[in-house]
């Protein structure tokens, strides 16, 4: 598996020949946080790629339907042989919750991913 590196604002890097690519456990991490920081509907050419948050920042979400398609998600990532665990805190104040993703890749690595994403 190969991808793009981003860089810290999530902006494809260029000009350095093979260093702009991440492959294997690399690479699947990089898509496990891209897919996390996806929004649905916000893709012209696939509408139902990304997570609705849009349906989760409301008030009193439902927690489980939540989990139910984050999980979905980050399996259907290619790489990711088994999700370990997923931890969700939310911020009520702020509304901004931080995800943990644990997850083995088909490379045999068990890596984490931890990303933030604020109300829309």
Known sequence: ?????????????FGSGFAN???GS???RQCVQ????????????????GINWF???????????????I????LDVEGVAELLDLQLQLNTITRQMIITVRYT????????VITSVTNP
């Open 105 to 112: 890749d088909i490379y045999n690595a068990t890596k984490t």
């Open 26 to 28: 690399d690479a699947v």
């Open 55 to 69: 349906a989760y920042f409301v008030k009193n979400p439902d927690v489980q339907i939540m989990e139910d398609d």
């Open 1 to 13: 598996m190969k991808v793009r590196r981003l860089d810290n604002n999530h902006d494809w890097t």
């Open 71 to 74: 999980k979905r998600h980050i």
């Open 34 to 49: 891209t897919i996390l920081l996806s929004f649905r509907f916000n893709w012209f050419l696939d509408e139902d790629h």
């Open 21 to 23: 690519y991440a492959t």
